[in-house]
Each structure stands twice: as C-alpha cells, then as structure tokens.
C-alpha cells in the first residue's frame, strides 16, 4: 500500500451540449474540488479533444497529479484514450478513473434538477474509488512460435497448412498410420460431385 | 494431403499419440508418443514386396471391413507418409523366428522389428484440436436389420463399395453377391433427431441428407438404371448448391418419401431387402423390394476427442462435441486460451465446412504466434498467502483453468490464462483473492460513496463491463430516460460480485441492491455468470431467515443491445426503492450487523435435472420445474430473472 499523498485531478466535460445542456456543469466542477485529496477540478469544453488532453496533461504536471478521474463520458469510448494520455504525461495508466456523468446522466435524466445531483454523487463515487487505484505493469508473456495440430483430418491438415504457410513451425499429430481422415475414405463429395482426396 | 507431408515447416507424426499438455497460452508442452511403425518411412518404396508374403489376413478397416489387407500393409494407395506399416496387433511376431517373411523379402532393407516407442516433447505457443468425429453405429436399432442382414450397409460402408478404389475395385456390387443393386434406399436420421437415448443422439448430424443425395446423384452419373429411394424426416438442404443437387437428383428420378422404415426384413434366398413405411405425406402403409439399403448414420463425437478435451481443460456442449468460448463472437475459441478447435470435434460438419473452420482456427492461432510477446491487462487476480487456507474453491470456480493448485498448496494464478473476471475472489470466504484494478477496497469505497448521503435515495448497481453496463450506455445513446437513483459499480463480470459486497450495501443503508450481468449465452466469461446465481441465491435464502425482503436484492440479466430492457430494469428499481422505507432500512441495518454474510448456494450433483421449485421475487409468481445450472432463470409471468431457486426441502 502507498504511503505516498493522494493528489487527484478532476476534469469536468460539457461534451458541448450533450452534458453541459442538462447538468450544471461548474457546480460539478466546483463540488468536486471540494471533494478530499482533490487537489483540482478542471471543466473543459470537450476533453477528449487535443486541446483537452494536452490541459489533463499540462495539469497532471502543474499540480504533481497522482490519480486521474474524468467525469465524461463511457470508458467504453474513451478509457483507452485517456490512459494514453495520462501516460504520455507520466502516469501509469491505471491511475484514471472515468465518471460516467452522459450516457448514465445526461442523456437519460432531461430533468435538470435531478441530473446535477446525480452527476455530483457519479463524480464523487469516482473518486472515491481513484483513493483506491495503484499503479499495475501489465505482464508480458513469451510466445512460442510452433503450433500443434491435434487430428490430421481434412480440419487438421488444413490448418496445419494455412499455419504453416504463414510462415509458423507446426506439428500435425495423427493416431493412424496415415492423414486423411474420414474425408480419405469419401469418393466424391458434395454438392459438385467432386474427388475428395 | 501430399502438401502436408512435403510442407517444410509441418513435422508429421503419425503413428501418434498425445501423452500430456501441460503449461498455458504461448507456452505449451506436449508429449507426444510415437508408436512403431516397424518400417523406415524413409526408406520404403512401397514397391509391396513385402505384403505379397505376409501370411495374415485381416479385415482392411480402410475399407469398412468390406475386403481384407495384410499385417503389413498401406492404408490406402495415396496415404501420407507413403509408407508400408506392420500392424503389431496383426503380425504374427516381431520375433522373425516365429515368422519375418516380410524382412527377408524387403530389398531396401527398410523392416525393423527393433523400432520402440519414441517419446517426442515439443514446445508450442498454440494448439488446434481437429480431433474429428466417429459415425454412429447403427446395431442398436434393430429394425433395420444392420448386422442381420448382409445387404444393409452404413453410408460410409458405401462409399467404400461405390469407390473407385474401393472394397471391389471400382465395382458397385452388394455385399452378399458382389452383384450390382438395382434397387438402393436410403434411410435418413439413423441415429440422429431422436429424444431417446437408446436411438442415438437428439441433434442432427448435418451431413447425412446431403451425403445420400450425392450418392443419388452419383448413381445417376454412372448407374443411370438404378431405382433409388430416399426414406426422410425432413431433407436438410441449406448450404450453397445443395438444394440445385436435391432438385437435379429429383428431376432424374429419385423418389423421396417421407417416412422412416418401421420393419426391415429379408428375403432369406435372394437376400434382397422388403421395407415396411408410412408414407406420411400419402397417409398409406407402403412395403417396397429393395437390393441394398444404405443407412444414413448420424455423427458422433470422435472417442479421442474426450481425452483431449480432459487434457487441455476444454468444455463440451450436450452432445459431447468440444464447446467454442462463444458461439457467434468466438466460434473457433475455447475457454482455454492459445487452444482453438477445428472441424467435426466442435460439430458434425462436412469438408467444407471442416476446411472453412479450419483456416479460422488457423488465423486465430497465427494472430498469437506472429507476436513475440503479448500483454496481460493487469486486471488479474493475485492470491495473498497468508489469509489463504489453501482450500482450493478459487481453482474450482475458475472458468479458464488459470488457477493452478494441488491440496494443501497455495494456489497460483496463471496470469496468462487469467481473464479477469473475478469469480474466484468473489468465492474466496477469506479474503485471500484480490483482483488488480478492481480490488475489493475500491468496490467498498464505491459503495460508502454511493450511500454516504441520503442513502434511502440511492440504488446501490453492480453492471458487469460487457453487457450490463453497455446495456446502460446504449440506454443513453438512445436517450432512454429513466429514474435517476441508481448508480453503477462497474466490475469485468458479474461474477466479481462478492456477497459481502451486496451485504455491505445494505449494512450502510441501501433500500434496494441490483446485480446485473450478461445473459447466459452472452457471458464474457464462459460461464462465471452461473456462480452470480449461486451466490445471489445464497443471500436471498439468508434475507428471507432474517425477515428481509428478499425482493430488495434485484439480478437481472441485460445485453449490451437492450438499452430498453435497462431502463425497464431502472424503472423497477426505483418502484422497489420507493417502497423501502427509512424505519425498513434502519431496521435491516441492525439485523444484518448481527449476522455473518451468507454463503453461495452450492448445488449438488443430485440437483441437476431434478424437481424444484422458483419463486419471482419481482411478482410473487411461484412455480415448479426442473434445477439446470446452464438454464437461464426467468419468471414465466413477468419476464424477471429475480428467479429464486427455493432450496429443495427433503
């Protein structure tokens, strides 16, 4: 466990219209500074645009940020984007945290009264589970480059051939004596009529 | 074939057997035991010397058992390798004193009876299993005779009559007099559709209807004068160019007549065949004289493929052919990663589609070989040693066999094979799982979050990432409004869901707690959704005891695509939330401080397929019916998956 201080940064999102029509979107922004270990809350435009990541990234440095929470969108959409970017300004990528304050707020509450408060307890469970976020280095396995090729049926040869022609060493284990399979012991085969072998 | 065994890059081993597998994607080992062939596949010219003074004769199982081979013999003329071999069954010693008739005639010198056992280890990155399929024996259904009755054949028994190189050289003759059948039927579904387990196999074997069409149309090719006869359920002919051939073999005179033979009989002196059929579409009793009757038997999974399955911890689907991770999304998948499957050991299939799904296989295995190295989302489950009681529970619940462990050992996770999911922290009573990423003190935090004020307005929702919460963000892109007091722990699967989880919710306040995940057939991870079940099951047996409504812990099931079925779901929610009342929660808060979190419903072996009854705990219906842990639960009133399997009283 880290012994090290909780610096969070929190980047609000309008997604012009689509959060900032229906949700308050500086009272977010201003709730969320005031949320412990929240060291900054910035409201951006769009924030998955190129000025948008440069600013998350510009922050992360101006404010020795250590957790990320971006209070947008799905991180169906836009997670593999915001790691990369919080990356490229040094953070490992599973410090963000994404709030999801569009598709399960502002595009499902139209009552404005009842959507900042939703997004305000979004944005507050978000971080409170970025407290919680670590550091992970993702584990690099080696390869094998050979397959083995279980059956030397019409199945098995064909993949054994398809692989092997890709360029990758195959094994192709068979039972019997020969390959062939079943299909060795057609005489033609449908629907041309034609030779199987 | 020959381009399989000339290919540069293809060690062929026939002759062989797989002994053992051990290790993970990218990182195989596999014992592969090659057994003698007591010839220098090298060196042999297949000049045959050697079989024109091998005194045994027996069966040619090539040929059906439809004519005889040598003890040393070539399965066939094109087989690859191009080699003679001695059947050690067959032979009538190694010892060359007992007989070496064949050593002492092969010029080339190339028979050794000194050839053992080789033990071959090989390191692989993939395997593809392409075990294929075996062909029902018809014996059981003794109303066709097969057996009794020299002239009734299977299919594939007439294929090696009809053959060009086949049991009589190239000759279409019958069994019992070598002379050619005039008159051939064919019976369809032997040993296939049928729910009687003494008659075969429930699916259809896919194969069989197009198989005897194409031995139609291969009579009239070169029999022209033959009379044949197809006896069918219902002709299967989907494929591309199949019913042009149904059609092309109906216009040249093949009767097709719908109604299976319920009696077979022979004529004991012309050994022709009298067959006994309700003609179902002319509703009359028909008997008909044939000279051969050829069996169309069904698929069965090949007996070699179980023991590979067992080997590379494979699943199997009901009839016992291998089962693909995914069924649309990842047809050629299994749950073990870097083992892909191929042809008929997935389901019966013909030649193209054995070739078509093979080149899939194929591909999907390269996309991992190209690489040197591949990433693990750290998302993995990591075992803390020392809360471990190394019971082993984690291994059992794991879907992907990631998790290696032998008694009384600490369990070690195979990050390589660890998908993520979280069923097997869930399942730990101690604490000693922890998931990287979405670690149980996060999902805690989350929950104090949500409840952390006014409490009694809030829906405490477990959506796993797949289907759930997609589901809910395709309600937002379609701007499906909905109450807005639910709020969404996200985890991989549903199966990450930890009774303490939902038990923790409704110590710190929450009126209604939801656990939502993939349908069945959806889920993500094989099939850690069906330890939700048990679990959910678990908590609401204890909630009942404890004089909870059980109907405050909703489960539903939303794809990704139901976006509409989401807001229904919040809508309910919110019913239920409505109803809770302050005083209820205080009141809950106080007994559950009380008591332990409840276990998982563990069913026994004994539960599968027996009577039980449900309960909805979304509108009270309650009902009988049978216990299938790969039976999707839902309420046959009101469509919610809150179906509570009441725990059989005995």
Known sequence: MTKEELRIGVFVCDCGSNIAGVVDVDEVQRFAERLPDVVVAVRNKYTCSDPGQQEIQQTIFDHKLNRVVVASCSPASYEPIFRQCIQAAGLNPYLLEMANIREHCSWVTPDREAATPKALDIVRVAVARAKWLYPQDEEHIPVTDAALVIGGGVAGMQAALDLADAGHPVYLVEKKPSIGGIMAQLDKVYPDIECSI | ?650
């Open chain 2, 1 to 650: 074939m020959m381009d399989v065994g000339r290919h540069p890059r293809i060690e062929l081993m026939t002759n062989a057997v797989l002994e053992d597998v051990t290790g993970y994607v990218g990182n195989f080992k596999a014992r592969i035991r090659k057994k003698p062939r007591y010839v220098d596949e090298d060196q042999c010219t297949t000049c045959g010397d050697c079989v024109a003074v091998c005194p045994v004769v027996v069966p040619d199982e090539f040929q059906m058992g439809l004519s005889s081979r040598r003890a040393i013999y070539i399965p066939f003329p094109q087989a690859v390798p191009s080699a003679y071999v001695v059947s050690a069954e067959d032979c009538l010693g190694r010892n060359p004193i007992a007989c070496g008739k064949c050593i002492e005639s092969c010029e080339k010198k190339c028979i050794n009876f000194d050839q053992e056992d080789a033990l071959i280890d090989i390191d692989i990155g993939a395997i593809i299993v392409a075990t294929g399929m075996d062909i029902y024996d018809p014996t059981a259904l003794d109303e066709y005779g097969y057996t009794r009755f020299v002239n009734v054949v299977t299919s594939l028994e007439f294929e090696r009559l009809i053959s060009t190189g086949g049991a009589l050289g190239g000759h279409l003759g019958r069994p019992s007099d070598k002379k050619r059948p005039l008159r051939i039927g064919y019976v369809q579904c032997v040993g296939s559709r049928t729910q009687d387990p003494d008659r075969g196999n429930p699916y259809c074997s896919n194969i069989c209807c197009m198989n005897s069409i194409k031995g139609a149309q291969y009579l009239i090719d070169n029999y022209p004068d033959t009379d044949v006869t197809i006896f069918y359920t219902d002709i299967r002919a989907f494929g591309k160019g199949f019913e042009e051939l149904l059609m092309r073999t109906r216009g040249h005179g093949v009767r097709y007549l719908r109604g299976l033979p319920g009696e077979v009989r022979e004529d004991p002196h012309s050994k022709n065949l009298w067959v006994t059929v309700e003609n179902t579409t002319e509703k009359r009793l028909e008997k008909c004289e044939f000279d051969m009757l050829v069996l169309a038997v069904g698929a069965v999974p090949a007996v070699d493929t179980e023991f590979v399955r067992q080997m590379v911890s494979l699943s199997k689907s009901p009839g016992g052919f291998l089962k693909e991770a995914h069924a649309k999304l990842r047809p050629v998948d299994t749950p073990t990663k870097g083992v892909y499957i191929a042809g008929a050991a997935e389901s019966p299939k013909d030649v193209r589609e054995s070739v078509t799904q093979a080149s899939a296989a194929s591909s999907r295995a390269s996309i991992l070989l190209q690489k040197n190295h591949f990433a693990v989302e750290a998302i993995t489950a990591v075992v803390y040693e020392e809360p471990c009681t190394r019971c082993g529970q984690c291994a059992n619940v794991c879907p992907y066999g990631a998790i290696a462990w032998e008694k009384k050992q600490i369990p070690q996770i195979i990050s390589a094979a660890c998908a993520g999911c979280g069923t097997c922290a869930a399942e730990c009573k101690f604490g000693a799982i922890e998931m990287r990423h979405f670690s149980d003190q996060a999902i805690y935090a989350q929950i104090e979050a949500i409840l952390e004020e006014n409490c009694q307005e809030k829906i405490v929702t477990f959506a796993c990432n797949w289907c759930s919460y997609a589901g809910a963000d395709t309600a937002g892109l379609s701007r499906m409004a909905y109450p807005p007091h639910a709020f969404i722990i996200r985890t991989m699967c549903s199966g990450r869901v930890h009774p303490e989880f939902v038990w923790y919710a409704f110590q710190k306040g929450a009126p209604v707690v939801l656990v939502s995940g993939c349908h069945y057939v959806d889920c993500h991870y094989i099939d850690a959704n069906r330890s939700t079940v048990r679990r959910i099951d678990g908590l609401w047996d204890k909630l009942i005891k404890m004089g909870i409504r059980p109907e405050r812990l909703m489960l539903e099931w939303c794809s990704a695509a139901e976006g509409g079925r989401w807001q229904t779901i919040m809508q309910e929610a919110e019913k239920k939330r409505q109803s809770v009342t302050s005083e209820e929660i205080e009141l809950t808060r106080a007994e559950l401080s009380k008591v332990r979190v409840p276990r998982p419903r563990n069913p026994k072996p004994a539960d599968e397929n027996s009577a039980a009854q449900f309960h909805c705990h979304r509108c009270d219906q309650l009902w009988d019916g049978r216990f299938n842990v790969e039976w999707e639960r839902i309420c046959p009133n009101c469509r919610s998956n809150s179906v509570h399997w009441l725990r059989p009283s005995h």
